[in-house]
């Protein structure tokens, strides 16, 4: 066993432990469990709205009047959301059915894992749903122009910043 999994009155010494939180694997764990359940929450919430109102669109009276190309974009639509939903809800059913077994560290990387692969299908859900909309409401191409920039838009505030946030801040330490 490590120093950083004894307790507390058996930890390194200051001068040896690695810069950042005094606490050990299981409170990590425990602490980035409660971050990644919050973060869970805000998505599922926007997920579940989308994906109820999508599945009310087959049942208003102007549904029939699609063309074949915005009911194959709505039949992926629903589909893509949902994945998205059994993903982003994967965290707690993983959690679940591994509780109790001191799997905490591996449980909270799984579900950070299944989380992340709920952002990317909130992504191409969104952009589907978006795609459709717009294509009902404008009758062009401009349509998949502005469904672009918008995907363009998630990805940069999703990925594109947190990556370079999460590269820079390494770069700070080393220093």
């Not at 982003?88 to 509780?99: D, E, G, K, N």
């Not at 672009?148 to 820079?168: E, K, M, N, S």
Request: hydrophobic fraction near 50%; charged fraction near 20%; include cysteine.
């Amino acid at each position: 066993m490590t120093d950083d999994t004894a307790g507390p009155e058996t930890r390194r010494p200051d001068a040896q432990r690695p810069a950042g939180r005094d606490e050990s694997p299981e409170e990590q764990a425990d602490r980035r469990w409660a971050e990644l359940l919050q973060e869970v929450r805000v998505a599922q919430t926007g997920v579940q709205i989308l994906f109820g109102f999508l599945l009310t669109v087959v049942f208003q009276p102007r549904f029939t009047d699609l063309s074949d190309t915005d009911t194959n974009i709505y039949l992926a639509t629903v589909v893509l959301g949902a994945v998205t939903t059994g993903a982003l809800i994967a965290p707690v059913s993983f959690h679940r059915l591994v509780t109790g077994r001191q799997l905490k560290p591996q449980m909270v990387e799984w579900a950070s894992r299944l989380t992340v692969v709920g952002l990317v299908f909130l992504l191409c859900t969104m952009a589907s749903a978006l795609l459709l909309i717009l294509r009902v409401a404008l009758h062009n191409a401009v349509a998949l122009w502005i469904v672009a920039g918008l995907v363009v838009w998630f990805v940069l505030c999703w990925f594109v910043l947190p990556a370079w946030a999460r590269r820079d801040g390494t770069g700070s330490r080393e220093r």
